[in-house]
T-cell receptor, first 114, second 110 residues
Framework: KAGVTQTPRYLIKTRGQQVTLSCSPI?????VSWYQQTPGQGLQFLFE???????NKGNFPGRFSGRQFSNSRSEMNVSTLELGDSALYLC?????????????FGPGTRLLVL | KNEVEQSPQNLTAQEGEFITINCSYS?????LHWLQQHPGGGIVSLFM???GKKKHGRLIATINIQEKHSSLHITASHPRDSAVYIC????????????FGTGTRLTIIP
C-alpha cells in the first residue's frame, strides 16, 4: 500500500504570496491532519479533516486554511505569506480518529519564504 | 511552562547502551504518542499509549497516568536509532489535538 504523499516537497516563495500544499493519504484513510514544524516552535497542530469536514483547528491565524476532497486528499493554503511561515509542513493520515490510532506521516513539504 | 516537557533534550550514548527518554505532561490526557523523526524530516509513529506498557522489538514505552509521565526505552541501542524522539499528548477536554514535546535528540556512537 502506498504511503502518505505530499507535493511539492520543496517550495520557495516570497512574502505576500500565497501557497497551496497537497497531501494524499493512505488509501482507505479518511482523516488527514496537518502540522507545522519550525526550529523555534517545534511541531504544532494546524487542523484535521475527516470526511471533508474540518473537525479540529489549532491556534493559527486565518491565513492558514485547508480543505479535504471526497477522495480524502487534502490541501492546505497559506495566504499573504510571512517570513515566519518558513517551515516543514507535515500531513498525517489515519483510518478514522487520528489520536486514538496510529497516524502515518508524509515526508513533508519544506517551505522557504524570502 | 509547556504542557509537554521532555528530558533530556540531547542524549549521546555508546552503541549497546540502554536508553531512557522521559516525557512529563501537565494536563489530563486520553492518549500519548511517541514519534521518531530521522534527519530529513520523516516522522514515524512508534507507540500510542493510554495506559500501561507497550513493546515493539527493542523499544518499550510506559505510561503512568497518575504521575503524568511516560518513558521510552531502547535496549541494545544501535547507530540507526539516532533520531529525534518526540512525545505528543491528546488532552481529554476541549478540542482533540496533538500537543507536542520539544523532542529529544539521540545520537548513538558506534
Amino acid at each position: 500500500k502506498a504511503g502518505v504523499t505530499q507535493t511539492p516537497r520543496y517550495l520557495i516563495k516570497t512574502r505576500g504570496q500565497q501557497v497551496t500544499l497537497s497531501c494524499s493519504p493512505i488509501s482507505g484513510h479518511r482523516s488527514v491532519s496537518w502540522y507545522q514544524q519550525t526550529p523555534g516552535q517545534g511541531l504544532q497542530f494546524l487542523f484535521e479533516y475527516f470526511s471533508e469536514t474540518q473537525r479540529n483547528k489549532g491556534n493559527f491565524p486565518g491565513r492558514f486554511s485547508g480543505r479535504q476532497f471526497s477522495n480524502s486528499r487534502s490541501e492546505m493554503n497559506v495566504s499573504t505569506l510571512e517570513l515566519g511561515d518558513s517551515a516543514l509542513y507535515l500531513c498525517a493520515s489515519s483510518l478514522t480518529v487520528p489520536y486514538l490510532e496510529t497516524q502515518y506521516f508524509g515526508p513533508g513539504t519544506r517551505l522557504l519564504v524570502l | 511552562k509547556n504542557e509537554v516537557e521532555q528530558s533530556p533534550q540531547n542524549l549521546t550514548a555508546q552503541e549497546g547502551e540502554f536508553i531512557t527518554i522521559n516525557c512529563s505532561y501537565s494536563v489530563g490526557i486520553s492518549a500519548l504518542h511517541w514519534l521518531q523523526q530521522h534527519p530529513g524530516g520523516g516522522i514515524v509513529s512508534l507507540f500510542m499509549l493510554s495506559s500501561g506498557k507497550k513493546k515493539h522489538g527493542r523499544l518499550i514505552a510506559t505510561i503512568n497516568i497518575q504521575e503524568k509521565h511516560s518513558s521510552l526505552h531502547i535496549t541494545a541501542s544501535h547507530p540507526r536509532d539516532s533520531a529525534v524522539y518526540i512525545c505528543a499528548v491528546i488532552s481529554n477536554f476541549g478540542n482533540e489535538k496533538l500537543t507536542f514535546g520539544t523532542g529529544t535528540r539521540l545520537t548513538i556512537i558506534p
